[in-house]
């Protein structure tokens, strides 16, 4: 069983920069592959980025591609996304994913394991 904690959410100005973390509970999620995912008002959850469970592959998606990057300590059993740069439309919920049981990393319904998400609002 895995558990799954974000923090690292706030309100920021647009350009500003934020990084997100998500503290795993058990040592299984160092074999997971894990993701973040967000969710905007009125949205779909959307895939943001994925990372192999070594951390040398990861994956964005052509949204934030330029502006965020994905990674993962797995002494500390934690996973990053740092966001640079962010835009209005950045806001959302961002959730981390873990254990991808399925092929297609950017789909939600391929992972096992959820935060309960942390808010991120941006401002012009």
């Known amino acids: 069983q895995v558990q799954l904690v974000e923090s690292g959410g706030g309100l920021v100005q647009a350009g500003d920069s934020l990084r997100l973390s998500c503290a795993a509970s058990g040592r299984a999620f160092r074999s997971y592959t894990a993701a973040w995912f967000r969710q905007g008002p009125g949205k779909e959850r959307e895939f943001v980025a994925a990372?192999?469970?070594?951390?040398?592959?990861?994956y964005n998606s052509d949204s934030v591609k330029a502006r965020f990057t994905i990674s993962r300590d797995n002494t500390k059993n934690t996973l990053y996304l740092e966001m640079d740069d962010l835009k209005l439309e950045d806001t959302a919920v961002y959730y981390c994913?873990?254990?991808?049981?399925?092929?297609?990393?950017?789909?939600?319904?391929?992972?096992?394991?959820w935060g309960q998400g942390t808010q991120v609002t941006v401002t012009s």
């Open positions: 990372i192999g469970w070594s951390g040398t592959t990861t």
């Open positions: 994913a873990a254990q991808a049981v399925g092929s297609d990393i950017t789909s939600s319904g391929v992972y096992g394991y």
